[in-house]
């Protein structure tokens, strides 16, 4: 039997849908074939975008649960397999891509459904992951989709299609842009679905984005957070600012900038978090002065209760 699709995107049944497009994410980062190394990557990705398809779309996965607790039906089929064996490739879950007409997908062709009324082609759906940079200035990229399709004889397969993207400035995380036409086609002479990219941002060790918010690490000295002292740092929108550090400021405490976060409709706001970098002692002098801040400091203890 065909691997099924919670097994190919290792989440149990009961997972939520936020949990099924984190793993989705994590796998597509891996074996998406314009980055991975990976041999089988093409094969991977394929079977990932079919499970996320399916497990994603509540009505689809209601659906696929039901054929995994009756594996075998009205006509005696296995659930799974739905059409013939492509080159040594079992492409599974196309008839529920596609919806179901009369006696079942492996049949499909023009002749047969001859007369009969069309159907407009399923929404597709797919996450794109930009540098955070883009949601200040906007970029335009180029994008490899696969997508589950019906060639001329009726067959199953899987067409690679480029796009290229327009993503404007103040686009939120997760918000989606909507490519009208460019989703699964239509069957019997029906509309071609749509195409909705959602935005992500990538995170780095020091900064990521949640809807229109941004947060950032920003490190500074120990006597700077003492002193509450003004220092001038480099923000993520590209600007530079001069931010005035609360006088005994601690690691993880945040400082908001309004209105410095992405600028979408509703701008977003920046928040920093401070992170007091200690600096090492290397020197002769730097030992010393470490030995007068304990014997100025001599009262303080870091582990008393």
């Known amino acids: 039997m065909t691997k099924n699709y919670y097994e190919i995107l290792g989440v149990p049944r009961d997972a939520t849908v936020?949990?099924?497009?984190?793993?989705?994410?994590?796998?597509?980062?891996?074996?998406?074939?314009?980055?991975s190394k990976e041999a089988d990557a093409e094969e991977h990705m394929q079977q990932l975008n079919i499970a996320y398809d399916v497990l994603s779309n509540d009505e689809k996965k209601a659906e696929y649960d039901f054929e995994l607790d009756h594996p075998q039906n009205s006509q005696g089929r296995?659930?799974?397999?739905?059409?013939?064996?492509?080159?040594?490739?079992?492409?599974?879950?196309?008839?529920?891509l596609f919806g179901r007409f009369g006696g079942g997908f492996g049949g499909f062709n023009e002749q047969r459904y001859q007369g009969r009324a069309s159907y407009r082609g399923d929404d597709q759906h797919a996450t794109l992951e930009v540098d955070l940079d883009v949601a200040f200035h906007g970029a335009t990229q180029n994008v490899t989709l696969q997508i589950p399709t019906i060639n001329a004889y009726g067959q199953a397969e899987v067409q690679r299609k480029v796009l290229k993207i327009k993503i404007p400035k103040g686009m939120k995380a997760g918000q989606k842009i909507r490519l009208t036409g460019q989703g699964q086609p239509g069957i019997h002479g029906g509309e071609n679905g749509d195409l909705y990219i959602e935005i992500q941002y990538k995170a780095t060790d020091s900064t990521y984005a949640e809807n229109a918010d941004v947060y950032h690490h920003l490190k500074i000295s120990p006597w700077e957070a003492a002193l509450g002292q003004s220092i001038t740092a480099s923000l993520p929108n590209g600007k530079q600012l001069n931010i005035q550090i609360p006088k005994n400021a601690k690691t993880g405490q945040q400082l908001r900038l309004k209105n410095q976060g992405i600028p979408a409709k509703d701008v977003g706001h920046l928040f920093l978090i401070l992170d007091i970098v200690q600096p090492p002692a290397q020197t002769e002098q730097e030992q010393q002065a470490y030995e007068a801040f304990a014997a100025a400091f001599s009262k303080f203890k870091p582990r008393s209760s």
């Open 78 to 96: 296995d659930a799974h397999q739905y059409y013939s064996n492509m080159g040594g490739q079992d492409f599974t879950g196309f008839e529920d």
């Open 18 to 35: 936020e949990q099924i497009k984190k793993a989705y994410r994590k796998l597509a980062r891996k074996y998406h074939p314009d980055v």
